[in-house]
């Protein structure tokens, strides 16, 4: 039976449960089949996938697909994931202290369209405890070359950055930079989320004065850490162009190493059908970031607007409405990089990454 046929058979049963627990379970089945290396050793083999090598932000990818941050906000499963043959794992969104994020119900799929809502609002077990957990698997990297290949199945590790809920923006910077002196050793890059539309406020920081503020607070802590860790800056999809050309070129001018295109959006265009039921919820229109497959078109054309406006100047890494090779050859094409899927794991199985690789 092909891993495509087991994932059919076991989607159902998935999907019968509440999405958030039908993560969590997912995530904890990945966490214990990683731990143990006679199920971590037949996942790599299931997965197994020939190398396609990319070099970005001074490091060498085993491959362009990567996880993008969501799935795994607490790093608890980086082994189990990297053996389903990402080229990059990006854990987080991780904030300084810990927090619970937003009530439930809070993530909604849209299972005509192959898509989600969430309206998370970064829950975090805090830096403390994600810095422990990436400790425990021999994640320090503080001696090594930052140009180095990753030790974790040849994964390169991500760890994206965010601020606490109630941290005022004018403050934000603070949480930025403690963040980045926790994870600068224990990560092979850093991501600033500045556009996730689940903390309120939090994309104001994308605009022109208050990214050339926060932006100047990390290059200077950069400076006094001494560190060349690559920090790449994720951006929204719901930016008009003089915004986005605005914030491309803070980012350039501040000499970040890359940029991520593109987080969820608050739009719902292209939704057919509203998000399943869940308790408590009256399926008016669900607040909260939509990611999948209705995002793609609007993922493209920031993609195409971003790779015009670096110029080859940094690398691009793609994210949003990514389910097969067709859409990861597309993005590449416009410009980037390296591309990153979440939801279509959700509804193509961890065979996605092979699938996508095996077509390339």
Do not use: C, W
Request: charged share 25%; net charge positive.
């Amino acid at each position: 039976m092909t891993y495509e046929n087991m994932y059919s058979l076991l989607r159902p049963l998935l999907f019968a449960l509440d999405p958030e627990t039908s993560h969590q379970l997912t995530l904890q089945l990945l966490r214990v089949a990683g731990n143990f290396p006679l199920s971590n050793f037949l996942i790599n083999q299931i997965y197994k996938t020939e190398s396609k090598p990319v070099h970005a932000f001074g490091l060498t990818f085993k491959n362009p697909i990567g996880l993008a941050a969501g799935y795994d906000k607490d790093g608890v499963a980086v082994r189990g994931l990297a053996a389903l043959g990402f080229g990059h794992v990006e854990v987080g969104t991780v904030t300084p202290q810990a927090q619970a994020g937003n009530p439930r119900p809070r993530v909604f799929r849209l299972v005509e369209d192959e898509a989600a809502i969430n309206r998370m609002g970064f829950p975090s077990k805090g830096m403390e405890y994600v810095s422990r957990r990436l400790l425990r698997l021999g994640l320090d990297t503080a001696k090594s070359a930052p140009t180095r290949p990753a030790a974790r199945n040849d994964i390169i590790l991500g760890v994206n950055l965010g601020k606490n809920k109630d941290t005022p923006l004018e403050e934000a910077s603070q949480d930025y930079v403690k963040l980045m002196k926790v994870f600068a050793p224990l990560a092979d890059y850093l991501t600033i989320n500045i556009s996730s539309p689940n903390t309120v406020g939090l994309r104001r920081l994308q605009g022109r004065e208050m990214l050339e503020g926060l932006l100047e607070e990390i290059q200077g802590a950069r400076y006094e850490l001494r560190d060349t860790r690559p920090i790449l800056v994720k951006i929204s999809p719901d930016m008009t162009e003089e915004e986005l050309d605005d914030a491309v070129g803070v980012i350039l001018d501040k000499k970040m190493d890359g940029i991520i295109a593109t987080n969820t959006t608050l739009s719902r265009e292209g939704v057919r059908r509203r998000p399943e039921p869940a308790e408590g919820s009256n399926l008016k229109g669900e607040n909260g970031g939509l990611s999948g497959s209705p995002l793609k078109g609007r993922s493209e054309a920031v993609l195409r607007q971003v790779a015009r406006r670096v110029d080859g100047k940094v690398p691009i890494v793609s994210v949003g409405g990514i389910a097969s090779a067709d859409d990861a050859k597309k993005r590449l094409a416009l410009g980037a990089s390296l591309v990153q899927v979440y939801t279509g794991l959700i509804y193509r199985g961890p065979g996605l990454v092979k699938q996508i690789l095996q077509n390339l």
